[in-house]
């Protein structure tokens, strides 16, 4: 499942980079574009190995570049610093629990897109900022948070329907079956 | 606490980053096109997609009023067929006089129509993606438009697709002019994140006269925009760095959240 789940991972962040541009809902209900990465982030980190942590963020934050007007290739650390802390520490976190999980994805929407404005502005870039990016900030941590379980429950369920289920144990054994009635000689 | 592994992709992906950092920005042009052209098969689909409920609405509207709209719409094309052919007389005497005075002449511009594919997903930038490219003849700094008013400016070019950077974002200035008897001139800056078809005119003079309602088109200066197209309307002004100069807030003409189709303007003639 691991080579799987990966290339699942890498497509879906495909598909969420495309969709975050293709289609602007959020944008015109909430006046802020929902960032999926970071949650797609969070469940790498979580479940997968450090490998394809490392190509989620590159390739999800050159797609994400690509389409955007950032520099290209400044997604990509601010991804890299969410999931690598997380992927290396995940045995202390409790990780099937959905509030971990939101609390989680809150906080990598939060850091990815604070830390790429720091360095979009360490780099010399204007981008548009005003109190107005206060509340495109909370808009994204709360897509963030909400997305997070619901990435969880669907890659739990496509792991289940295409990957290799662990062989359940039978109960009965021949050698201690209870063989009742009078043995005949 | 690091293990081999992990060393290891901690070096790639910081080592990947300050490589892609550190490129030249006409190669970062080149890969980011070549990056998004991956995305070029999806683009038919989000259309598809976009025009469903106009279909389903379409197919749920009763003849009658198609009809209707139908003789609505010939009726305006006849009257904007007379009022063309009026300009194009008043253009033809406009052109007899500017040779008579030694005076350039006016080209038409030409326009070539381009569908909205993609829009930022960054919240930070104003930015679009259209349906044309270096084969349709589109070249950097072009200014795009629709028929309300000024859209922004081609910033990238790929042989298919461009990027349009939109007047409100941070890095597309316009150099702008109130119709007034003044003729007041200011620079058009992006007003806010949340502020939604709204921009700032900024360094006007310090005595300018602006009331609600004045109309704001380009100015001509700055090589790239042409003088005269529409950008908004004045909403309201006040004093900025101790009455030094003044700054009105400007209401778009055109409305940025919902470009489906814009014009790029192929042969923008300057002043």
């Known amino acids: 499942m691991n080579i799987l789940q990966t290339i699942l991972i890498l497509a879906a962040a495909f598909l969420a980079v495309f969709g975050e541009a293709a289609f602007s809902l959020p944008r015109q209900l909430f006046g802020a574009q929902v960032d999926l990465l970071p949650a797609l982030m969070i469940y790498a980190a979580l479940n997968t190995n450090v490998v394809t942590v490392s190509l989620l963020a590159a390739l999800g934050g050159l797609w994400f570049d690509a389409l955007s007007a950032n520099p290209l290739g400044v997604s990509i650390l601010p991804l890299f610093a969410v999931g690598f802390p997380i992927c290396l520490r995940r045995d202390l976190i409790l990780r099937e629990l959905p509030f971990a999980q939101v609390v989680l994805g809150a906080a990598a929407s939060a850091a990815v897109p604070a830390l790429c404005i720091l360095l979009l502005l360490s780099g010399g870039q204007q981008p548009l900022l005003g109190w107005g990016s206060l509340w495109q900030w909370l808009v994204m941590i709360a897509g963030g948070a909400a997305a997070t379980p619901v990435i969880y429950a669907l890659f739990d369920w496509c792991q289940h329907a295409l990957g290799y289920q662990p062989q359940t144990e039978n109960s009965f054994r021949p050698d201690r079956e209870i063989r009742r009635g009078r043995k005949l000689n | ?271």
Not at chain 2, 146 to 166: E, N, P
């Open chain 2, 1 to 271: 606490m690091f293990k081999h592994k992990q060393y290891l992709a901690l070096g790639a992906v910081t080592l990947v980053t300050v490589l892609l950092l550190s490129l030249p920005s006409r190669a970062v042009s080149h890969l980011k096109l070549g990056i998004g052209g991956l995305f070029l098969p999806f683009f038919g689909a989000v259309n598809s997609v976009r025009q469903l409920p106009v279909r389903a609405a379409d197919m749920i509207l009763p003849r009658g009023e198609l009809l209707q709209e139908i003789e609505t719409f010939q009726r305006e094309n006849q009257r904007l067929e007379i009022q063309q052919s009026q300009a194009a007389a008043t253009a033809r005497e406009n052109d007899q006089f500017r040779a008579l005075v030694g005076w350039q002449q006016q080209q038409p511009w030409k326009l070539k129509l381009a569908s909205v594919v993609l829009r930022d997903p960054a919240n930070w930038w104003r930015t679009v993606q259209i349906d044309l490219g270096n084969r349709d003849g589109v070249t950097t700094n072009m200014p795009v438009l629709t028929s309300d008013g000024l859209v922004g400016r081609v910033s990238s070019v790929g042989y298919t697709r461009s990027q349009v950077v939109l007047i409100e974002d941070p890095s597309c200035r316009v150099s702008a002019r109130v119709v007034n008897p003044a003729h007041d001139l200011g620079v058009i800056s992006p007003g806010g994140p949340m502020e939604n078809s709204l921009v700032d005119l900024a360094y006007l003079s310090g005595n300018a006269n602006l009331k609600p309602g004045q109309e704001v088109v380009t100015s001509g200066e700055g090589g790239i925009f042409p003088a005269g197209i529409p950008v908004g309307q004045i909403v309201d002004s006040r004093q900025a760095e101790f009455g030094l100069y003044t700054e009105a807030r400007v209401k778009l003409s055109a409305d940025l959240g919902a470009l489906d189709q814009v014009w790029v303007l192929l042969n923008p003639q300057l002043n």
